[in-house]
């Protein structure tokens, strides 16, 4: 039997061994933690000074200062390649604790036109090493470029229809994540800058009770099913009984914006509760909505220029 005397060095022997383990464990996680932590995070003058990739231009360009230009013999720019210092931001986008950098780049070929890119590097040893990049289009307005728990959050104003290349106005919202070495966008919301104007009635004309007339509008984008209409008879610049097309069943089937222009046929002085009478001050109000995320949004409004009259 094992009295105390035999058992002590045998407990002493196992508290060393499993103590020590313990702490040379211990000791290799902390160092490990303390590795990661304290390893060389990227800064913008590295940003500024590193090798990026178009796939749109099909090139890669070495940045000196945040700048590259190539030029033809004769002195022309063949192509000029910038990175924003402002948008520019660092965050950890692929979970591995190590901040990654993601920066929006100016690309021209040399004619009018600059495209914008969404690049990221990763950190490679302390040193940006690129991953890939997001065609964001010719002209594109960044308004911000944010990162959050590992999305990436871009603020952008991109061309409507109607826009002129210098002055987009459609304001998107967009969302990417890095898996792998792609850009996946994962949302994407857009509010249409558009305008409505109302052809008939506009001013001084005399409908008729109880007879059909159409009402007619155009929009300055042609996006059928974008957009519905919702029309109102105003009496004295107020709604009297709401709107003209009846129940929402009714106006949420109203084409907003269609090619062939917006139009509704209506029996004159009917509305939504009720009917109204003969008079002279009656204008009509078109509001257009766009459909966004399944919600409806008020993107454009008008009203005739000028009173007509409802006659009996």
């Given at each position: 039997?094992l009295?105390?005397?035999?058992?002590?060095?045998?407990?002493?022997?196992t508290f060393?061994?499993?103590?020590?383990?313990?702490?040379?464990?211990q000791q290799?996680?902390?160092?490990?933690m303390l590795?990661?932590?304290?390893?060389?995070?990227?800064?913008?003058?590295?940003?500024?000074?590193?090798?990026?990739?178009?796939?749109?231009?099909?090139?890669?360009?070495?940045?000196?200062?945040?700048?590259?230009?190539?030029r033809?013999?004769?002195?022309?720019?063949e192509?000029?390649?910038?990175?924003d210092?402002e948008k520019?931001?660092?965050?950890?986008?692929?979970n591995d604790?190590?901040?990654?950098?993601?920066?929006?780049?100016?690309?021209s070929?040399g004619?009018?036109?600059?495209?914008r890119?969404?690049?990221?590097l990763?950190?490679?040893?302390?040193?940006p090493?690129?991953v890939?990049?997001?065609?964001?289009g010719?002209g594109?307005?960044i308004n911000?470029?944010?990162?959050d728990?590992?999305v990436?959050?871009?603020?952008?104003?991109?061309?409507g229809?109607?826009?002129?290349?210098?002055?987009?106005?459609?304001k998107k919202?967009?969302?990417?994540?890095?898996?792998?070495?792609?850009?996946?966008?994962?949302?994407e919301t857009?509010t249409?800058s558009?305008t409505v104007?109302?052809?008939?009635?506009?001013?001084?004309?005399?409908?008729?009770?109880?007879k059909?007339y159409?009402i007619?509008?155009s929009?300055?984008d042609?996006?059928?099913?974008s957009?519905i209409?919702?029309?109102?008879?105003?009496?004295n610049?107020q709604i009297?009984?709401?709107?003209?097309?009846?129940?929402?069943?009714?106006y949420?089937?109203?084409?907003?914006c269609?090619?062939e222009?917006?139009?509704?046929?209506?029996?004159?002085?009917e509305?939504e509760?009720?009917?109204?009478s003969s008079?002279?001050?009656?204008?009509?109000?078109?509001?257009?909505?766009?459909?966004?995320?399944?919600k409806?949004?008020?993107?454009?409004?008008?009203i005739?220029?000028?009173?007509f009259?409802?006659?009996e």
């Amino acid at each position: 039997m094992l009295n105390l005397k035999t058992l002590l060095p045998l407990i002493v022997i196992t508290f060393i061994v499993v103590g020590g383990g313990f702490f040379v464990w211990q000791q290799g996680w902390l160092s490990g933690m303390l590795s990661l932590q304290t390893k060389k995070q990227l800064d913008i003058e590295q940003i500024k000074n590193t090798e990026i990739y178009s796939d749109n231009f099909k090139e890669r360009v070495a940045l000196v200062d945040g700048r590259y230009e190539r030029r033809y013999p004769e002195g022309a720019s063949e192509l000029y390649v910038s990175i924003d210092s402002e948008k520019t931001i660092f965050g950890d986008l692929d979970n591995d604790g190590i901040n990654e950098a993601a920066s929006i780049a100016y690309w021209s070929g040399g004619g009018s036109g600059t495209w914008r890119e969404l690049v990221i590097l990763k950190n490679k040893d302390g040193y940006p090493i690129f991953v890939t990049s997001k065609d964001l289009g010719g002209g594109t307005i960044i308004n911000s470029l944010t990162v959050d728990s590992g999305v990436i959050t871009l603020d952008m104003n991109i061309h409507g229809p109607e826009d002129a290349m210098c002055c987009p106005t459609l304001k998107k919202v967009a969302q990417y994540k890095l898996v792998g070495t792609e850009l996946v966008e994962t949302k994407e919301t857009s509010t249409p800058s558009i305008t409505v104007t109302i052809l008939s009635p506009n001013g001084e004309e005399v409908l008729e009770l109880g007879k059909t007339y159409q009402i007619n509008w155009s929009c300055s984008d042609v996006l059928a099913a974008s957009f519905i209409a919702r029309i109102y008879l105003l009496l004295n610049e107020q709604i009297p009984h709401g709107t003209i097309d009846g129940t929402p069943e009714a106006y949420n089937k109203i084409a907003g914006c269609p090619i062939e222009g917006g139009k509704l046929l209506w029996k004159v002085g009917e509305v939504e509760r009720g009917t109204v009478s003969s008079g002279n001050r009656y204008r009509i109000k078109v509001d257009i909505f766009a459909v966004i995320d399944g919600k409806e949004q008020l993107v454009a409004s008008d009203i005739s220029d000028g009173y007509f009259s409802i006659a009996e």
